[in-house]
């Protein structure tokens, strides 16, 4: 429709997206009744929807990725100055933003080496699993060619990320599945598999060496891992844990990978979750907070080991990685992500996430200690939960309507915008999820646990 659309006047764009929109994650049907929400304006931890109401965000744009916050000039200039000079060049050269940003991003990451540009999450972890397909091939004459994932885990939506993922609900229905991934149990000491042990961490990790015998040590390439994880109940991981999980790898031969995709450039307090537990991985992957959603990139990091594999046989034809991505090329990506790591630097965000992580864990277990519903609460950093319970003794979880009724009261009744578990494991879609922006101030976080709490005693009043 060619149609003017006035400044204070958005009516069209509520009947376009209505009209013509596919949203994420959602059952239309409700569409038939109400406006879906358009998100106008953001600016620090706020946005403002169609109707000029001003939204507190506790989940960084949704799904933890504005990790700097709305509005940010420096790296929307960063990104314009760039695109000007040069936009874009396929990844077989390079370009300066990539060379700047790659160099960058390893001096934070000590012991790797190497970094591979695409454009989502999903695509940053299928380049891992293709790295370790590789490998097998080249290295290990087709040995080696499993992978294991952790049950609880999120990696990514297209179909192999999905036979990577340990979410059965984001699984059903989109089988057949890659094969040659293999699931490793959950580490959440909470809910035990083993019932009360001692040393839950190490009888964890030691649970995927019993998958790898199991399995065969020679037909397992990789275990892929989030350090926390997210999607899937903002696991922690219990004490021994990952040092173990390094152990095993070693002592067998297998790449670990860590999915970086949401805890990556800060969001625990550290540049990445693992730098948290002591470990060096083989690979990781990030996305999300790379540059905040000011752009779209990825990063696929290995270390100099794993590349020299691709490197060492140039007789071969087949030898090196044949794989590209044609967005991967975009400069706007490594210009954002310069940008976005400055305000990190020069605002001290790191130490930030690690204060304002505590005070609003501190907040939770103020709930915790008031509210039968909350059984446990976790987190690190700026990313943090309440999973929660009908019956603190069975630990029976809530339906996913209350969990998601508490989500709805908040937002209702004090435009805070908080997140859950939602539609990815049955039965067990009750951890309500936290992670405001890295900017977040102690009045941020009052407003936020403020309003769970007058939501949580409202629907379960
Ligand atoms: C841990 C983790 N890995 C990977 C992904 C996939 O990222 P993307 O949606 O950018 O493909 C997500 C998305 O939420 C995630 O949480």
Partial sequence: MNMHVGDNDISHVVEADKAHVWHHLTQHKKFDAADPLIIVEGKGLHVWNQAGRKHLDAVSGGVWTVNVGYGRESIANAVRDQLVKMNFFGGTMGTIPGALFAERLIEKMPGMSRVYYSNSGSEANEKTFKIVRQISHNVYGGKKSKILYRQRDYHGTTITCLSAGGQDERKGQY???TPDFVEVPHCLEYRSQWGEVDDYGIRAANAIEDVILREGPDTVGALCLEPVT????????????????????????????????VCGMGRTGTWFGYQNYGIEPDMVTMAKGVASGYAAISCTVTTEKVFNM???????????FRDISTFGGCTAGPAAAMANMDILEQENLLENTVKM????????EGLKAKHQIIGDVRGKGLFCGAELVADRETKEPVPESVTQA?????????????????????????????????????DH??????SIDGAIARVTA
């Fill in 175 to 177: 089988g057949p599945f």
């Fill in 230 to 261: 997210a999607g899937g109940g903002v696991i922690t991981p219990p004490e021994g844990y990952w040092p173990r999980v390094r152990e095993i790898c070693d002592k067998y031969n297998i790449l670990l990978l860590i999915d970086e995709v």
């Fill in 310 to 320: 691709f490197k060492e046989n140039p007789d071969d034809p087949m030898s090196y």
């Fill in 357 to 364: 992580g505590e005070y609003l864990m501190e907040g939770l």
């Fill in 406 to 442: 508490i989500v709805a009261e908040c937002f209702k009744a004090d435009a805070v915008v908080i997140g859950a578990t939602n539609r990815s494991l049955a039965g067990l879609n009750n951890t309500l999820c936290l992670s405001p922006a890295l900017i977040c101030t102690k």
């Fill in 445 to 450: 976080i009052d407003e936020i646990v403020t």
